[in-house]
Every structure is written in structure tokens, then in C-alpha cells.
T-cell receptor
Framework: AQSVTQLDSHVSVSEGTPVLLRCNYS??????LFWYVQHPNKGLQLLLK??????LVKGINGFEAEFKKSETSFHLTKPSAHMSDAAEYFC????????????FGAGTRLFVKA | NAGVTQTPKFQVLKTGQSMTLQCAQD?????MYWYRQDPGMGLRLIYY???????DKGEVPNGYNVSRLNKREFSLRLESAAPSQTSVYFC????????????FGEGSWLTVV
């Protein structure tokens, strides 16, 4: 079975400190992996995606994620948090099982303290 | 640069009433989707349309119907609303393909009392 697990429902950091949002996946197929961000009362917006090219993927607003096949992980990081990063983040897996299937993680709420 | 536009943004319904959520995209995408978002559950797919003229059930289709009116528009109908359908609904679109980015509307907040 295919699944996505975001290991933390909430993460709290201080402004200027590093951010780590963790995501593990399970898939029998070669996945494409995404991180989306959702600001309050808004739709989801793509942060970055991995599509079998470079394993370290850089996204918008200084975020990056590393695909580690051996660990089935795709953790999202940022060196220095900004207040505007406070939002909900979704890890997403997309696979081709003959038809395309997209699986969303439950989300991680990031709080940034001044 | 509109992207995905959905209406209405807010709606309160009484149990048993019907309503239609409208969605349009201007990116010439083949695929369109309706999701619902509930606290702690991420996004769950209600229905999708891989291309104009086709629709398929997603993970939670019960109580909903959809219409792919043309390539731009994809509507979601609640025939007899129930309190369990209180949620935030997102329309989305993408090109076909495993690595395609999904573009989302801003959401429709629906409360069924």
C-alpha cells in the first residue's frame, strides 16, 4: 500500500533558527514527491518537487528537501525561519499505477515565534 | 492571472438543502479535482476528471456529484447536504502526469447546520 506520514503534526521554532519538517513515504512504485504550503484561509501552493533528477531539491523562499530512497524520506528544511513561514505544510506523493494517484500527508503546522 | 477560481467562498446550508460549487481554471489543464479538507486529515479526493468528458470517483465520493462542463469548468454538487459535509472544499487542476504540479483554488468554506 502507498502512504505518506508526516511525523509531526505541529512544529514550533524561533525566528532565525532552522526548520525541519519530516516526511516518510511508502510506495511500491517510483514516486514523485512534493511539498506544498498552505497559509491561513488560502489554497495550497507548491514549494518544491522531486521527480527523479537531483536528490536535493531547492524550492521557493529558501526551502529545500532531500530525497533519501534508502530511508524513504523527503524531509523539508530551511536554514533560518521567518515569521512569514508560519503555515501548514503538506508532503505529497504521486505515483503511476496505470493511472496517476496522489496521496497527501496529514499536514504539519509550523509556528514561528518572535 | 486568475489560475483556479471557485465560488462561493462561504456558504451555510440547512440539512437536506442542495447546492453547487463552481470551479473554473484558465491554464488549459486537462485534469481537474475536488478535494475536501478536514482538521488532521489532510486533503481527501472527492472526484476528479482526468480530461474533458470523463469523471471518476476519488476517496470520498458519497453524497456528491460532479460535472465537467467543458475543459475549463468542473462543478461539485451536494444533492442533500448533511452535517458531515461541513468542510473546506478545494478545486484544483493540473496537467496529466505523475510529476505534474497541482494548482489549487482558494477554497470554499461550507457549513451544514
Amino acid at each position: 500500500a502507498q502512504s505518506v506520514t508526516q511525523l509531526d503534526s505541529h512544529v514550533s521554532v524561533s525566528e532565525g533558527t532552522p526548520v525541519l519538517l519530516r516526511c516518510n513515504y511508502s510506495s511500491s512504485y517510483s514516486p514523485s514527491l512534493f511539498w506544498y504550503v498552505q497559509h491561513p484561509n488560502k489554497g495550497l501552493q507548491l514549494l518544491l518537487k522531486y521527480t527523479s533528477a537531483a536528490t536535493l531539491v531547492k524550492g521557493i523562499n529558501g526551502f529545500e528537501a532531500e530525497f533519501k530512497k534508502s530511508e524513504t524520506s523527503f524531509h523539508l528544511t530551511k536554514p533560518s525561519a521567518h515569521m512569514s513561514d508560519a503555515a501548514e505544510y503538506f508532503c505529497v506523493v504521486s505515483i503511476n499505477t496505470g493511472g496517476f494517484k496522489t496521496i497527501f500527508g496529514a499536514g504539519t503546522r509550523l509556528f514561528v515565534k518572535a | 492571472n486568475a489560475g483556479v477560481t471557485q465560488t462561493p467562498k462561504f456558504q451555510v446550508l440547512k440539512t437536506g438543502q442542495s447546492m453547487t460549487l463552481q470551479c473554473a481554471q484558465d491554464m488549459n489543464h486537462n485534469s481537474m479535482y475536488w478535494y475536501r479538507q478536514d482538521p488532521g486529515m489532510g486533503l481527501r479526493l472527492i472526484y476528479y476528471s482526468a480530461s474533458e468528458g470523463t469523471t471518476d470517483k476519488g476517496e470520498v465520493p458519497n453524497g456528491y456529484n460532479v460535472s465537467r462542463l467543458n475543459k475549463r469548468e468542473f462543478s461539485l454538487r451536494l444533492e442533500s447536504a448533511a452535517p458531515s459535509q461541513t468542510s473546506v472544499y478545494f478545486c484544483a487542476s493540473s496537467e496529466r502526469g505523475q510529476a505534474a504540479t497541482i494548482y489549487f483554488g482558494e477554497g470554499s468554506w461550507l457549513t451544514v447546520v
